[in-house]
């Protein structure tokens, strides 16, 4: 029978028991009003005797022997009433910490029950319904709308509009282009379309995520396992005030007073609550923390370390300079270098023909392309020779035009690759690409020293030029260039030794440094599986912003935690003296303990609903410096 039926049967049986009791007590009965409260209060100590045996037996001693001793004394004393309303407390107690986890646990469980389970293969004899999980990789699916993706693949229609909130945490559909990478768990938002399968079930995208979520819910924070050893002070303390006040006074009544208020719930609901609630929090923005072992250790870093290419920079090439001579047109000098750059297989050349469809631009085909292994190409593209690589293979050596006089000299530029273009022979165009620095960056490193963090650091396999280029534009306190995994594994180690640090990377080289650090944080939104298993914590949306996001998530959810922890204590302590001292009767007192047990839970069900984070804002992506208008 689940918990939660258990603990509404007990619950009803108390509060049914009280009720009866005041009634009778007032109208008169069969049974005397002390009868019907005992009657009331056993099957609850029953079932505690019998769950803390249980618990015993495998080798835990809880602190509910506080509440089962309650309900005992209570009946011994002639105060049934007091155990009636511990009985009713006790078990509405208990259906509310079912009630708050369930809540807190809701978001988290829902990753589950959306595991995709029909996929449509295209077979010979037309489509087919196949289990999700007999899906192999190179088999063509068709999704139609409102259906989930299956498993990872590679979109083969020009187009798709995607729900991606209940993986990313955005939640407005995305469009994908052809030749895109498609994550399972995804939401087919427009037409139906095909896409070919990159990985079976269990190796895609959202079976990996369930994985982590099981891990998540499963994991025990040091800080919830502090928690339940110093509970443990609790019974035997509570057992020498009470022995105290009835020493000290002769009422024996006073001692059970001190029993009916002395409340473990601060300790073992409070830090459990808050801190799943964090983890489900935190699950909403698209940030998938393995654990409150995750959550916890995240809320006391004050060291960053960053990886670059993927994680502080966007991971692939942008335009972020076109320059044309004088009475050239920008979109016409874009459209033919696209247009040209369609024979060619190299990574810049997918940015520019992407970047030209979306200004809608009319490429054309290219013919006699030549490619001149890295320099660049040439060919003929509506009649015209064009040519467009390096500034050699360009202009030989020739000067550089005065219109294009400033090309690379400017810092944003210094790591960037420099694209010359010629028609018919004429240098007529320049632009500049380069891994781009995430827009969103500069303020996420702000956000993360104001939450605390004193020391940021960038840990990078790429040259110190490159390097430095991209630390001119962030508050970044020192670089690391040219770093193998074994030396970005080391300066994580030299880190952690002065204070606890976070490592932040994306990349199957950045494993190894995401496993070492005090907690790991990977930019999982491009898959990378390997950096993803290893971190303790996963941003599923390509987002840096996301990662300061976390740390305030953490560090709240860890306040709440405490906070429920000691005020909570704190009410129960000075309640126990009060009792101790008569001025709160074991009824009154039975009462207070669970006043005081609801604000505690209700307290730490704030980390559900935390302030909306400045980085749900959609960041924009700077716009390249153009030469008119393209």
Known sequence: MPDMVIHLSLFAIALAGAVAGFFVDRFGGGWSPDQIWTAATIPVAVALAVSMLRDMLAGRLGVDAIALVAMIASIAMGEPLAGAVVAMMYSGGNLLEDYARGRAERELRSLRDRTPRIAHRQEAGGLVDIAA????????????????????????????KLDESAVTGEPLPETRARGEALRSGTVNAGEAFRYRASAAAHESTYAGIVRMVEAAQTAKAPFIRMADRFALLLLPATLIVAGLAWWLSGDPIRALAVLVVATPCPLILAAPVAFIGGVSRAARSGILMKGSSAIEALGQVRTAIFDKTGTLTEGGARLIALDTAPEVEPGEILRLVASLEQASHHVLAETLVTLAHQKRLPLSQPTAVREYRGSGLEGVVDGRHVRAGSRRLVLGDGPLPPWAASAGTSGDMAAALAVFIAV???PVGFLAMADAVRADAA???????????????????????TAQAVAAQLAIDEVRADCSPAEKVAAVAAEQARQPTVMIGDGLNDAPALAAANVGVAMGARGATASSEAADVVILVDRIDRVAEAVSIAQRTRAIALQSIVVGLGLSGIAMIFAAFGYIPPVAGAFLQQGIDIAVIVNALRTLVGPMEPGHARATVPTPRIAGEV
């Open 443 to 465: 303020a996420t490193l702000q956000r993360l020293h104001a939450a605390g963090v004193s020391r940021i650091l960038m840990v990078t396999g790429d040259d110190a030029e």
């Open 133 to 160: 999980e007999d899906v192999a990789p190179g088999d063509e699916l068709l999704v139609r709308a409102g259906e989930l993706l299956p498993v990872d693949g590679e979109l083969l229609d020009a187009r798709a």
């Open 424 to 426: 018919e022979g004429k």
